[in-house]
Every structure is written in structure tokens, then in C-alpha cells.
């Protein structure tokens, strides 16, 4: 329960930011991602925690880049 709190919390936290337009692609995204490392250090098994703040610690240079190879090999 909590997990989908943080997440709806953080699509409208990013909805917010968009709408108001103050920030750059790379700062929602580094917003976004502390939100969710935040998140994770809050999950009690160590485990769990771990793969999710694997999942958190991807750079913005790191996305963009995996995001333009996906988008190249679709094309």
C-alpha cells in the first residue's frame, strides 16, 4: 500500500512540475528518481531493497542513453 501511495504521489508530483514547466527533462527526471530511492530505503527487507535501489541508480545520461538505443532498434 504504501509502495502505490509513494508511486501516485510521484506521478502527480511530476504531473505538477510538467504543468508548471519550471523544469528540464533531466531535473524531473533526478526528482522522480530521489523520490523512488527515497521509497525504497523505506522497504524493511534488505533484499527487496537492494534490487530497488539498483533499479533507482541509473544517471539521466545512463537513460537517455538506453532510451535512444530502444528507440533506434524499434525504428
Same mark, same amino acid.
Given at each position: 500500500?504504501?509502495?502505490?501511495?509513494?508511486? !501516485?504521489? =510521484?506521478?502527480?508530483?511530476? *504531473?505538477? *512540475?510538467? &504543468?508548471?514547466? &519550471? %523544469? =528540464? #527533462?533531466?531535473? *524531473? +527526471?533526478?526528482?522522480?528518481?530521489?523520490?523512488?530511492?527515497?521509497? %525504497?530505503? /523505506? /522497504?524493511?527487507?534488505? *533484499?527487496? @531493497?537492494?534490487? %530497488?535501489?539498483?533499479? =533507482?541508480?541509473? #544517471? +539521466?545520461?545512463? +537513460? !537517455?542513453?538506453? @532510451?535512444?538505443?530502444?528507440? @533506434? &532498434?524499434?525504428?
Amino acid at each position: 500500500m504504501h509502495g502505490v501511495r509513494s508511486f !501516485t504521489f =510521484t506521478v502527480l508530483g511530476t *504531473i505538477g *512540475i510538467l &504543468a508548471l514547466g &519550471a %523544469c =528540464t #527533462s533531466r531535473g *524531473i +527526471y533526478e526528482a522522480d528518481r530521489q523520490d523512488a530511492h527515497t521509497a %525504497c530505503l /523505506n /522497504n524493511p527487507s534488505g *533484499i527487496e @531493497r537492494d534490487k %530497488c535501489l539498483e533499479r =533507482t541508480s541509473h #544517471s +539521466y545520461d545512463e +537513460y !537517455t542513453r538506453e @532510451r535512444e538505443k530502444v528507440q @533506434r &532498434a524499434a525504428e
